[in-house]
């Protein structure tokens, strides 16, 4: 007979974890699809000094580590496989079938947790000096640059945000706005001019990095309207430039806003579709912490029992 999960879920983040423990723990034997960067942003950032819980911190692969053994402790099965494709039931209690490459897997609930990913510049010096002085969270690894100098790349409510974050930390911050102007709202831009000491340099890009090591010591700008080339004495370089949320996969079936987040109804993690949530980054492009990620994670648990409760 042709096996039907109760829960199946996609993406391996701190809400994935977090939806399989709390779903395993119901009994509705989860299964769980790691996607292409198993442990999801967090592989990729040093120390977690934010997260409750670990009063000394823990480095981010750490920390998936704990949450996948805590997952499997009570016997979620993880997958080491990237969901590939998606067709969801629009029906009260439907099947939903999603394939991982040619393999199908049908279930009656799906937790969608696979994240957003960091927009970066694309420059070759930015793998360099990943974990160096190179970040995408303010909120992450601001605290590692005390006192000294950063740079913030970008235009946006992201950008704007982070300078202001870090300015509070920092010495100085300078942000490079490509265009003349910010893309921010009026209430950021207004946050960023009073603040004093952050600089901004408009149309001024980032083209490269210089350090020693492995970590960062300047950058290397340019005025992308006299195309001179400068370099500021800095430690640290947050990218703000966007995120992208993984939906590509969902969005043709899933209400998503107009930058592809998943949509969930207010209170919960529903999606459009009766027997379908959403956790984590991939429905949120405000807080995108760990510990919020997490909580929506087991919100999405709840809600696929629930669920599961009622077409009883
Ligand atoms: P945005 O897309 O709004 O802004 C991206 C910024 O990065 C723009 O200034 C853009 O420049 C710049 N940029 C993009 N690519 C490059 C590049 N290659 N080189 C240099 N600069 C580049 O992204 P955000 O993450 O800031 O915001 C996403 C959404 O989330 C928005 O709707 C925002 O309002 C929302 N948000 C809300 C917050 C809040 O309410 N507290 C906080 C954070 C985000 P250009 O303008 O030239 O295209």
Redesign the pocket.
């Known amino acids: 007979m042709e096996s039907i999960l109760d829960c199946l879920i996609v993406g391996s983040g701190p809400s994935g974890f977090t939806a399989a423990i709390y779903a395993a723990r119901a009994d509705l034997k989860p299964e769980l699809y790691t996607g292409l960067e198993p442990g999801g942003q967090l592989t990729t950032t040093t120390e977690v000094d934010n997260f409750p819980g670990y009063p000394q911190g823990v480095t981010g692969p750490e920390m998936m580590l704990q949450l996948q053994a805590q997952a499997e402790r009570f016997d979620t099965k993880i997958h080491y496989e990237m969901i590939t494709k998606a067709e969801f039931s629009t029906d009260m209690g439907g099947i939903h079938t999603l394939w991982a490459g040619k393999k199908e897997i049908k279930a009656r609930t799906v937790i969608i947790s696979t994240g957003a990913t960091a927009?970066y510049?694309g420059l070759a010096d930015e793998k360099t000096y990943s974990g160096g002085g190179v970040s995408a969270c303010a909120t992450c690894d601001g605290f590692f640059y005390k006192g000294k100098d950063v740079i913030v790349?970008?235009?946006?409510?992201?950008?704007a945000?982070e300078a202001t974050y870090l300015a509070k930390l920092t010495s100085k911050v300078t942000m490079?706005?490509?265009?003349g102007q910010?893309?921010?709202?009026k209430a950021m831009i207004h946050r960023v001019e009073n603040t004093p000491n952050i600089e901004v340099k408009y149309f001024h890009?980032l083209v490269g990095i210089e350090g020693e090591n492995g970590m960062v010591e300047r950058a290397r700008v340019v005025n992308n309207q006299t195309n001179e080339i400068s370099s500021i004495e800095v430690h640290g370089i947050f990218i703000?430039?966007?995120?992208k949320p993984n939906t590509e996969i969902f969005k043709e079936q899933i209400t998503t806003d107009q930058?592809g987040y998943i949509v969930t109804q207010k209170g919960s993690t529903r999606t459009n579709l009766p027997g379908v949530f959403a956790a984590g980054d991939v429905q949120d492009?405000?807080y995108r912490q760990a510990i919020t990620a997490a909580g929506t994670g087991c919100m999405a648990a709840m809600d696929a029992e629930k669920y599961l409760a009622e077409l009883e």
């Open positions: 927009k510049l790349v970008g235009g946006g409510d992201t950008a945000e490079l706005v490509r265009k910010f893309r921010a709202s890009e703000a430039i966007g995120h930058n492009h405000i």
